[in-house]
C-alpha cells in the first residue's frame, strides 16, 4: 500500500487494536492492508528512541556502561559497542580487583568490566570476594585476598584468571611475578590455616586477635613469600591471555599502533562491513583470530578464517588460487592487510581474499602538497597522470598512495582511491621527485 497524500485533521483520539490472530483490513477502495500499525504504536516507538537518544547525549557514560551489560552475552555486540565508546572518547578498563563490581559499572568517566565477563571465575568466587571486600575494605595485595577468602569458593583457577585480565594491574602491574608468586601465597595460608586450627597460631594472629587486626593483618602479608623477581610477561603474551579470559583486547590491542594509517589506507570497518553491497572491492586491516584449512574435492586447500578489527569480527574465504599466495602468512594473530571483495550469501556478509600480506611489509607512498599545490587543477591533473603511469597492471597495484597538505593550521591527509594504487613504490617516489614534487616511502607501522 503507498500513500498519494496526506490531510492535517488536528487533534485527535487514537485506539490500540487488540486481535486474537493476525488480520486483513480491506480499506474502502479495496486495497488490503495487512497487520496495519496504529498511530499510538509508532508514538510509542517514538517516545522510546527519544528517551535513547536523550540518556545517550546527557548521561553517555551511564547508558554505554548499562548497554554493554545488557548485552554481556553477545560478544561482537560488547566488541561492537566498545568500540563506540572509544569513538565517544570513554575509556573501557580491565577488571579490577577494588574497584568493579559483577556487571560494568562506570568509575570517574571510565567503565569498568564486571567480574561476571572473567572466564574461569564463577558466580560462587565473585560473592566470596565481594563480600570479603564490603566487610574489611581494599585488599592490599594478592596475599590479602588470598587470606581474606575462602580457598575453596576463590581457587588457584579463579586466582590466575584474575591476573591474567588485568584486575590486579593496580596493586601489582607484573602480571608474570604474581603469578609466580600464587603458588607459595596459598601453600602459606592454607598453612596458616591449618596453625589455627590446632591451636598453634602466630605473633600476627595474636595481634589480630587483641584488636590490632589492621596492623597485625598488614604484617601479616607483608611476611607472605615472594617468589624470585621475573620480567613480566611480554606484550603480546599478556594481551593473548587478556583476550582468552575477557573474549577482547581491553587494556590495549595490536591494531591499535596503526589504527590512524588505517583509516586512510582502509576505511571499512568490519563491524561496518553489512552495509557494503555485494562484489565490493575493498581494503581492510585486520588481525587473524581462527584458521580453518579446507581441503576441496579435487584436492587443493584453501582457508576459512575469522578476522577481526578494533569495531568488530568477520569471516573470509581464501579459495585455493588466493591461497598459494598468502599461506605463509596464516598465522593465529598476525596483522594484515587484505584485499578483497564483500560476498553477501545466506543472509550473512563475509570476505572473499585476493591478496594479503604482513602490516609490517606494507608500505605506502606519501606525497607532501602545500595548499596552493594542492588547489591548483593543472598540479593535481600533473599528479594524477605520473601515479597513473606507475599503475601497468591494476590487479598488481597494490601500494596506496596519500597526499598531505600542510597549511598554517595544521596538516590534513587526503587518501587517493583504489583506482591510484601503484606496483612499485621506489619507483613511484622516483618518479615524484624527478618531476618536482615531495615524496617518500613509509611504513604502515610507522
Same mark, same amino acid.
Given at each position: ?254 591494531? /591499535?599502533? #596503526? ?9 571499512? !570497518?568490519?563491524? %561496518?562491513? &553489512? +552495509? ?86 606494507? /608500505?605506502? #607512498? ?9 588547489? !591548483?587543477?593543472? %598540479?593535481? &591533473? +600533473? ?64
Amino acid at each position: 500500500m503507498k500513500i498519494i497524500g496526506r490531510q492535517y485533521l488536528g487533534v485527535q483520539p487514537v485506539y490500540d487494536i487488540g486481535l486474537g490472530q493476525d488480520h486483513n483490513f480491506v480499506l474502502d477502495c479495496g486495497a488490503i492492508a495487512a497487520n496495519c500499525f496504529n498511530k499510538s504504536h509508532s508514538t510509542a516507538y517514538g517516545y522510546v528512541t527519544y528517551q535513547t537518544a536523550y540518556l545517550k547525549a546527557n548521561y553517555p557514560v551511564e547508558y554505554m556502561a548499562a548497554l554493554l551489560t545488557a548485552n554481556s552475552g553477545d560478544q561482537d555486540k560488547v566488541q561492537k559497542y566498545i568500540s563506540t565508546c572509544l569513538s565517544m572518547g570513554i575509556r573501557v578498563e580491565p577488571p579490577d580487583i577494588n574497584r568493579s563490581s559483577i556487571n560494568f559499572t562506570t568509575r570517574d568517566k571510565t567503565i569498568l568490566f564486571g567480574l561476571s565477563a572473567v572466564r574461569n571465575l564463577g558466580s560462587g568466587a565473585i560473592e566470596t570476594i565481594l563480600a570479603a571486600r564490603d566487610e574489611d575494605g581494599s585488599f592490599q595485595s594478592l596475599a590479602d585476598l588470598c587470606m581474606r577468602v575462602d580457598a575453596r569458593s576463590v581457587n588457584r583457577r579463579a586466582l590466575e584468571a584474575l591476573v591474567h585480565c588485568g584486575a590486579f594491574d593496580h596493586l601489582e602491574p607484573n602480571r608474570n611475578q604474581l603469578v609466580q608468586d600464587l603458588g607459595l601465597i596459598m601453600d602459606w595460608v592454607q598453612s596458616r590455616a591449618r596453625d589455627r586450627a590446632i591451636g598453634q597460631g602466630n605473633l600476627f594472629d595474636l595481634l589480630s586477635m587483641n584488636g590490632e587486626s589492621g596492623a597485625g593483618s598488614a604484617a601479616a602479608y607483608d611476611m607472605a613469600p615472594k617468589a624470585p623477581p621475573v620480567p613480566d610477561l611480554p606484550q603480546k603474551e599478556k594481551l593473548r591471555l587478556e583476550k582468552e579470559l575477557l573474549g577482547f583486547y581491553i587494556s590495549d590491542h595490536p591494531l /591499535k599502533a #596503526v589504527q590512524e594509517s588505517a583509516r586512510l589506507l582502509a576505511p571499512i !570497518n568490519l563491524g %561496518e562491513l &553489512h +552495509r557494503w553491497h555485494d562484489a565490493t572491492s575493498v581494503s581492510a586491516i585486520a588481525m587473524i583470530s581462527s584458521i580453518k584449512p579446507v581441503t576441496t574435492k579435487k584436492g587443493d586447500r584453501m582457508a576459512v578464517i575469522q578476522i577481526e578489527d578494533l569495531t568488530g569480527r568477520a569471516e573470509a574465504v581464501i579459495f585455493p588460487k588466493s591461497y598459494e599466495w598468502v599461506k605463509d602468512y596464516l598465522i593465529p594473530d598476525q596483522r594484515v592487510m587484505m584485499w578483497a571483495k564483500v560476498d553477501r550469501r545466506d543472509e550473512q556478509v563475509q570476505l572473499i581474499v585476493e591478496t594479503m600480506e604482513p602490516v609490517e611489509s606494507v /608500505k605506502m #607512498v606519501l606525497v607532501d602538497l602545500q595548499p596552493q599545490q594542492a588547489a !591548483n587543477i593543472n %598540479e593535481q &591533473h +600533473r599528479l594524477r597522470t605520473l601515479i597513473q603511469a606507475q599503475i601497468h597492471d591494476a590487479a598488481k597495484a597494490k601500494v596506496p598512495v596519500v597526499a598531505i597538505v600542510h597549511s598554517a593550521y595544521g596538516r590534513q591527509f587526503v587518501r587517493f582511491g583504489l583506482q591510484f594504487r601503484v606496483m612499485d613504490e621506489q619507483s613511484t617516489v622516483q618518479s615524484l621527485l624527478e618531476s618536482g614534487f615531495q615524496a617518500r616511502v613509509t611504513p604502515l607501522d610507522s
